[in-house]
């Protein structure tokens, strides 16, 4: 079993739907969880962190954790085509920050 | 304020070579990672360092290895290079390298090697 799991899209929506990204992780003892944007050929930028259970609301983005479920979600509202990326949900394990990522799901949004 | 930067951009290699990357984090910030990302999948945690210490290590070889500096930059040295170890290589910098900091991504080093 993958320690971050991901399924890897491509998810597509229409412009101005909610999409809606889900990662699942393995470790009960995982206790900071993140969402990254990566697009083609650049690095991943942080969109959100959560680190309780509940939702946490920025702009167009809602986080989501269930630690009982060890499910985290991300939901983008009024998609755009400039959301048209891969989003890497990464988890925090134990001491430190190693940031444990899944494989990515790569969303396009259409026009 | 500038962000993270790393050097050199792209690198090109051949097997059995050796390369050194280099990083410089967001001024103030004391903790680097490195990563390793193969094309289709997510980063992979290979060092971190706080302090001029290794706070941790992923499963990586022993070809790998790193430090970081006074400056709190740092150089990820990667010996006897295979096919497999292109990649693109990210450093994330964060303040204090604890599980609720964010780290933040640099540009990224692509290596290639032939």
Known sequence: ????????????????????????????????????????????????????????????????????????????????????????CAVITGGGNKLTFGTGTQLKVEL | DAGVTQSPTHLIKTRGQHVTLRCSPISGHKSVSWYQQVLGQGPQFIFQYYEKEERGRGNFPDRFSARQFPNYSSELNVNALLLGDSALYLCASSLLGTHTDTQYFGPGTRLTVL
Request: proline share 5%; glycine share 6%; charged share 20%.
């Open chain 1, 1 to 88: 079993q993958k320690e971050v799991e991901q399924n890897s899209g491509p998810l597509s929506v229409p412009e101005g739907a909610i999409a809606s990204l889900n990662c699942t992780y393995s470790d009960r003892g995982s206790q900071s969880f993140f969402w990254y944007r990566q697009y083609s050929g650049k690095s991943p930028e942080l969109i959100m962190s959560i680190y309780s259970n509940g939702d946490k609301e920025d702009g167009r983005f809602t986080a989501q954790l269930n630690k009982a479920s060890q499910y985290v979600s991300l939901l983008i509202r009024d998609s755009q085509p400039s959301d048209s990326a891969t989003y890497l």
